[in-house]
C-alpha cells in the first residue's frame, strides 16, 4: 500500500469517526422514565448551547450545556408540557437560545440580514464590473485644436 493510499485510508477512516452525532447526555442526567427522557432528548436538540452556540445543548459537552440539560429535565419531571419548559428556558435566557428563533419584529434582522448582505454584495459586484477597471465616471472631454497642437508640439519634441 502506497504512502497516498494509507493517506486515504486514513482520512476516511477520520471522516468516518468525526460525523458521527457526539451525544453529551451524560447518564446521571437520564430520566428514569423513558417517555420523559425522549421528550427531554427532543426538546434538548432545539435549545441551543450559549458557550458553543453551533450546537444543541444535547450535542454539547459544555458546563452550560449540562445546566440547561438538567433544568429542562428537571421541568420535565415537574409536570410542564414541551411548550412550558422551553418557554421557562426561553424566559430566562431569551431567545437566542432557540436554534430556530420566532419570527418577530426583533428577530428581523436574524432572518433577512444575510440575505441582505448578499443583495447589497451582488449590487457593488455588478456595478464594479459594469463599468471597465480603472476608469472614472465621467468621460474624458475632447481636446481643443489648440491643446491638440500643443500635444502635438510636446510628442514630436520628446522623440527628436
Same mark, same amino acid.
Given at each position: $500500500? ?10 476516511? /477512516?477520520? *471522516? /468516518? ?5 457526539? @451525544?453529551? @447526555?451524560?447518564?446521571?442526567? @437520564?430520566?428514569? +422514565?423513558?417517555?420523559?427522557?425522549? %421528550? ?9 448551547? *450559549? ?6 445543548? +444535547?450535542?454539547?459537552?459544555?458546563? =452550560? ?5 438538567? *433544568? =429542562? %429535565?428537571?421541568? #420535565?419531571?415537574?409536570? +410542564? ?12 435566557? &431569551? ?9 418577530? /419584529? ?9 440575505? =441582505?448582505? =448578499? ?7 455588478? $456595478?464594479? /464590473? !459594469? !463599468? ?18 500643443? *500635444?502635438?508640439? #510636446? $510628442?514630436?519634441? &520628446?522623440?527628436?
Amino acid at each position: $500500500m502506497g504512502p497516498y493510499q494509507l493517506f486515504a485510508t486514513f482520512a476516511i /477512516i477520520a *471522516l /468516518i469517526v468525526f460525523s458521527t452525532p457526539s @451525544v453529551a @447526555v451524560e447518564p446521571n442526567e @437520564v430520566l428514569p +422514565d423513558a417517555a420523559q427522557e425522549a %421528550r427531554a432528548r427532543d426538546l434538548s436538540q432545539h435549545l441551543r448551547c *450559549l458557550v458553543c452556540q453551533n450546537q444543541s445543548i +444535547d450535542d454539547s459537552n459544555a458546563p =452550560l450545556a449540562r445546566d440547561f440539560r438538567r *433544568l =429542562l %429535565r428537571e421541568r #420535565i419531571k415537574a409536570g +410542564d408540557t414541551d411548550r412550558a419548559a422551553v418557554d421557562f428556558i426561553v424566559a430566562r435566557y &431569551g431567545n437566542f437560545v432557540l436554534l430556530k428563533p420566532p419570527f418577530q /419584529i426583533g428577530t428581523l434582522l436574524l432572518w433577512f440580514g444575510p440575505g =441582505l448582505v =448578499l443583495l447589497l454584495a451582488l449590487a457593488c459586484y455588478w $456595478m464594479l /464590473i !459594469r !463599468r471597465p477597471f480603472g476608469t472614472t465616471a465621467r468621460r474624458p472631454e475632447t481636446l481643443s485644436a489648440a491643446e491638440r497642437e500643443e *500635444l502635438q508640439a #510636446i $510628442m514630436t519634441k &520628446g522623440t527628436s
